[in-house]
């Protein structure tokens, strides 16, 4: 009998090394983190993947499973952790060894296997630890399937299934970048900075760029699981503005930037300037629906107005919807709805047949984007941008909330506007035009400046974004209307960054 786990338990102790440790927190809504020895130990990790197994079995799925890990110090051990409950729970497990995110959901199709367990934090801080799992490819765990999985873990309600195997598959990498540049080269010869901020994606990007043409300039492509320079998130400024330096230094037509699991790619223009993702989508939906008339795409509740107003999508027959921020959510509203793409706001972009295979992949992102600038010859990809109508983006911005009171913060916060609209109150000196729901908040007032508040789904934060298309001014008058209902509510901290 496996035994029960304990949510604290305090390290350096005969209890944290004969018990686990869960901390119930860490079921997110469709991953699962957790800061690693403070909030899960070694025996939580073997716990949850018993727990994983027995969620497969219950659900009817075959027990068969692919697993990996990113560049992190502890991430082979927390793997080795999940592995043994997993075959303790009768799994059959297909490790893939050191890889990306992507790589582990191409597995699932290659080696075809309906289940995935990939290790990874993803682009959170030192120190956090998480799993991305599913079991219906290429769709990832969802509320539902978290939630369960949460019940079975904390009440222990495994099941010894027995039959359990280990198979490791040697060079696999080479199986997916050999997928990734099965195409045909670019007829452009494209210079392009591949930033990896010394996460798991500097092993296999710059290879990839190159195999399709480009010609490559590394920047912090070294894996280093300290990440010594900034951690890897491009939707940091401190990412995007070390990919800009070497832009401008190296006179690149385009810098892409990976996350720490390589599942995003964010980018910097040949002038320089950060495209945020949202508008990079834009500039994709603009380029796939030019080839596939009446294309249907999905965006987050974080992402540019411009998906529904822009005149190019609109002339082309394009059509979009916008839905639930999260990879998990995005993923399944696309391939739903059979959409040509999803594209969500922090760079999680997911490409479905001809393009992709419906996963999130920061590397077919890349791909896409320099297949782009292939067929506008003679553009750059400033011309790109500069050829969508004007507006003013914040980057997302995120105070601390602790994961027990944000659903609670952001359940006040839309009472507030709801209340406020019903009153025909105003927001920044107008009124409400328009409130979506679905996730957190997004006010839309009379000029079509819009400001969302949402929970994070994975750290203990709220989500701030703000645009307007009238200017600058109207973008912080947006930021300034939502701060100020924030600041009603003593939880909400410091934000990450600000306009």
């Known amino acids: 009998m496996f035994p029960k786990p304990k949510p604290v338990l305090v390290p350096n102790t005969y209890a944290f090394e004969s018990e686990p440790m869960v901390k119930p927190t860490g079921f997110r809504e469709y991953d699962a983190r957790w800061l690693f020895n403070k909030e899960i130990n070694l025996m939580g990790v073997q716990a949850l993947g018993m727990g994983l197994g027995a969620l497969i079995a219950e659900r009817g799925v075959k027990q068969e499973i692919v697993t990996g890990h990113d560049f992190r110090g502890y991430s082979a051990s927390i793997k080795y952790a999940l592995i043994s409950g997993l075959m303790a729970a009768g799994c059959k497990v297909h490790d893939v060894g050191l890889a990306v995110t992507p790589m582990a959901y191409f597995a699932q199709f290659d080696l075809d296997v309906p289940c995935v367990a990939m290790v990874t934090a993803s682009h959170n801080d030192n120190g956090w630890t998480g799993v991305k799992m599913g079991a219906n490819r290429p769709l990832t765990f969802g509320p539902e399937e978290m939630t369960r999985l949460k019940e079975i873990v904390l009440n222990a309600e495994f099941k010894n299934g027995g039959g359990g195997s280990y198979q490791f598959h040697e060079n696999y990498p080479a199986r997916y970048i050999a997928d990734l540049t099965n195409r045909p080269k670019l007829k452009r010869r494209l210079k392009v900075v591949a930033a990896c901020g010394n996460g798991t994606a500097g092993a296999f990007a710059p290879q990839v760029l190159q195999a399709i043409g480009c010609e490559v300039i590394p920047l912090d492509t070294e894996l280093d699981h300290t990440f010594p320079k900034y951690n890897p998130n491009p939707e940091d400024m401190e990412m995007l503005h070390a990919i800009r330096d070497a832009v401008l230094e190296h006179k690149a037509d385009v810098g892409l930037g990976f996350d720490g699991d390589g599942d995003r790619c964010g980018v910097v223009d040949n002038t320089g300037e950060e495209i945020f993702a949202d508008k990079v989508g834009v500039m994709l939906a603009r380029d796939m629906s030019a080839i596939h008339k009446q294309a249907q795409f999905v965006v987050d509740v974080k992402s540019t107005g411009l998906f529904m107003t822009d005149p190019v999508l609109q002339a082309q027959g394009a059509n979009t919807v916008y839905w639930k921020t999260g990879h998990s959510y995005m993923k399944r509203r696309t391939n739903e709805l059979g959409a040509l793409a999803g594209f969500e706001k922090s760079g999680h972009f997911f490409f479905n047949k001809p393009f992709g295979r419906g996963y999130d992949d920061g590397l077919v992102s890349a791909i896409a984007i320099c297949e782009m600038l292939d067929r506008a010859p003679g553009k750059s990809m400033a011309d790109l941008k500069d050829a969508l109508p004007k507006t003013w983006s914040s980057p997302t911005m995120s105070p601390h909330c602790g994961d027990e009171v944000k659903y609670g913060v952001v359940d006040a916060v839309v009472k507030h506007f709801q209340a406020l609209q019903q009153q025909g109150g105003q927001v920044a000196g107008q ?58 509510h003593p939880e909400v901290g410091a934000y990450n960054q600000t306009i």
């Open 431 to 488: 009124r409400i035009r328009d409130l979506v729901t679905v996730n957190g908040v997004r006010v839309t007032v009379e000029d079509g400046s819009w400001c969302l508040v949402r929970a994070s789904s994975n750290k203990p934060e709220l989500v701030v974004v703000v645009e307007s298309p009238v200017s600058e001014r109207r973008m912080h008058d947006m930021f300034e209307a939502v701060n100020v209902v924030l600041r009603t």
